[in-house]
């Protein structure tokens, strides 16, 4: 896996610009690892993960979604901390940078593009998705309080976790590499579950937009019976980059969930669509 993934990205090194379809296709292969799905270890409750100091400034990193940085979906919030004192106002920048060995090649993951203050949390709050773990890899994060207390590389490792599943695909209409992130039902159970996907898109994998305008369609089947199910409710943009539905698995066993996705009136997924496969039980 590590040298496949060290080769890749060297070729991609070579021919960046003109290189989209191959981190597609690489993406692609990454995307397509759907593993069962394990409930995510998520209390609500921040806890304190990570701390970047460097000089006068301090950047604590709170989770509410596992006591690690962890691969996939992890809901953050910083706290800073200007010559000893917090800082209550304005914005956090994070950007996070996944190096593949030493000098290697490196790529940014989608997170919030803006981490406001949330006054009852006492964060600044948002999200980061680690759409790779790779052992052989380490990261780095660039922090930025209001354009004015900045730290850089601060390296940090993630954790494994099961609990996102990550689709990628190329857009080539678009010249846009598209990630589609689940991150819930992590244990999805018989009857109703509640969806919640993110939609990116990234020219170059370091910069990655959120889009909020999407139309989504999802399909579950029971591929081993042929059958699919009534009473879904397909996801709409709700916020924090968040597309909230209902999805029913009417039996126990291995479902796929399918994502078919419109920007402005054209589909921008291909053919077939975004799948997770699910074991629902
Ligand atoms: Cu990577």
Redesign the pocket.
Known sequence: MSII?AERFNIMNLFTKTALLLFALYFSACGNDTNPVIENQQTGDYVKIYTAEQGANKFEVWSASASAFSYGYNDIGFKVFVNNTEQNQGFVKFHPV?Y?GLGGPN?STPASSMFSYDAGKSLFTGYVIF??Y?TA?FWTGDFNYNNQAYIDSSIFSINPSSGTLIYSWDNTTLQKTMFLTMISPTAPRVGLNQVEMLLHQTPDLNTYEEISDAEMYIRPWMETMGHGSANNVDPVYTTGGKYVGTVNFNMPGEWFLYDSIKVGGNFITNTPPPKFILEVN
């Open positions: 993934v996944m593949h790529h759409m790779m790779d890899a």
